[in-house]
């Protein structure tokens, strides 16, 4: 079996982690090692959270961290809410509520928006890996579906549906999480993690 930790308390991710992983793979989460105090995500970029993230845990567990940053990319909003995504409103409601307020004078041609995800894999000794995965799609006017987190019962993708819409399966095909993890996976191997 093997095992990585996984720089998240968020137990969404956490669930796409293991099921991209798939069987062999052990996820031990920041919840598996309450003592580590919670990283401050202060960078500006998407890898720079990551990379805070990985370090951090790698140096205080002893074993290879995984650690993503992920977040929605509003093009009609200058890019926002990007690095801010889960600090953009206090809730999950009331993320969506502002996102939708915010565009609600945008057409629809122009609600453009892309989810996107870095990995950072980080060893104990301070080597670093990353992988992105991007998936597009627009905002839509309205929630819809019932699967998923985040902003996912806003983010329609090119066949209409949301991610909220889509099964497990479906999400992790098309996912911003799915191609970083995907890419990463080959990295993750030969690390021996």
């Not at 996102?99 to 041609?109: R, T």
């Not at 479906?170 to 999480?177: Q, V």
Request: aromatic fraction near 6%; hydrophobic fraction near 40%; charged fraction near 25%.
């Amino acid at each position: 079996m093997r095992t990585v930790v996984f720089a998240s308390s968020n137990a969404g991710k956490l669930r796409e982690l293991q099921a991209l992983l798939g069987e062999g793979w052990l996820v031990k989460s920041a919840q598996d090692f309450p003592e580590i105090p919670e990283v401050d995500e202060d960078a500006d970029t998407f890898e720079g959270n990551a990379a805070k993230k990985a370090r951090t845990f790698a140096k205080a567990t002893g074993l290879w961290a995984l650690a993503d940053d992920s977040g929605l990319v509003v093009d009609a909003l200058g890019g926002r809410p990007g690095v801010y995504s889960a600090r953009y409103a206090p809730t999950e409601p009331e993320r969506i509520e502002k996102l939708l307020a915010e565009l609600k004078d945008v057409p629809p041609a122009k609600r453009t928006a892309r989810f996107v995800c870095v990995l950072c894999l980080a060893s104990p000794s301070g080597e670093e890996r990353f992988t992105r995965g991007t998936c597009e799609g627009v905002i839509g006017l309205t929630r819809k579906g019932t699967h998923g987190f985040g902003y996912d019962p806003v983010f329609e993708l090119p066949n209409g549906k949301t991610m909220s819409e889509l099964t497990r399966d479906e999400k992790s095909a098309l996912s911003h999480r799915g191609h970083a993890v995907r890419a990463m996976l080959p990295q993750l191997i030969a690390a021996g993690a």
